[in-house]
């Protein structure tokens, strides 16, 4: 078994999609299919089963994938090994969002800059559900998540901890000088938040479900300040993005705990060995969270 049978058979496997395999490997179409019926050939079993325009992997396609990510990581490992210097080095693609990228990455990205110049980083804006898929897949290396549960399916996943939320509104709004607000209450009024996908939008937004919130869509956290400081309305947010509208009083927080908790984490495919520039920047990240003003 070659190993670039193999690189290009886990990528066809993880994707489910010669088009996109050939597109994510820059190989036409035409060579990743010769080179999965090549390994077919030589293991003398099919892969996978045609499905008209799908495919899916046959029994003996998921007994080799596990393996072949194995044999795929050590190559990766031992070439490493081989090339290694003392400085770290390596490209790491990592999803994340915004409010952990405009509020929490910063002084990471920086560390990363100037200590370990040869390591770069990619970073790519995915909401939940787009980062865990991408992570399983091998898009990603890492993810930054903000969720509420902390296990996942096919994952690895640390938690940095807990993120916390504030309730903020323009100074002088009619629910600024309230306690004890109920969820009636918030509905009442025009909600501002992010695009739907928002782990907090969508706990928040299914929180007043019964009562028939009303919510405009600002889709980024920065729209979403200028519109509560203008009044529009009220919005849930991660304390983080909002601290220093909260210290100059541009914002005022609502008398609200929100019932449900998030979670900041960082997460791999599971069973992925980490090569030492990953382990590097999720060690980092570690610390650099917890030390971090308004941390988790």
Known sequence: MELRLLVTFEKVATVLSFTRAAAELAYAQSSVTAQVRALESSLGTELFERLGSRIRLTEAGTRLLPYARQIIELAEEARAAVTATDEPAGTIAVGTMESLTS???????????????????????????????????????????????TRHEGLESEVLGEERLVLVAAPGHPL???????????????????????????????????????????????????????????????????????????????????????????????????????????????????????SP
């Open 103 to 149: 509020y929490r990455l910063p002084p990471l990205l920086e560390l990363f800059h100037h200590r370990y110049p040869k390591v770069r980083l990619t970073l790519r804006p995915t909401l939940g559900d787009a980062t865990r898929r991408a992570l399983r897949e091998g898009t990603y290396d890492l993810g930054l998540l903000m969720e509420p549960e």
């Open 176 to 294: 600024a000088d309230r306690t004890d607000l109920t969820a009636s209450d918030l509905a009442a009024q025009p909600l501002v938040g992010p695009e739907p996908g928002c782990a907090y939008r969508d706990l928040f937004e299914s929180h007043l479900a019964p009562h028939s919130p009303s919510f405009l869509e600002f889709g980024t956290i920065e729209a979403s300040k200028r519109g509560v400081a203008a009044g529009l309305g009220i919005a849930l947010l991660p304390r983080i993005t909002v601290a220093e509208e909260l210290a100059s009083g541009a914002l005022t927080a609502l008398d609200w705990e929100p019932p449900f908790t998030l979670f900041t984490q960082i997460a791999w495919r599971r069973g992925k060995r980490l090569p030492p520039h990953v382990g590097l920047f999720v060690e980092r990240a570690r610390r650099l969270f917890r030390e971090s003003p308004g």
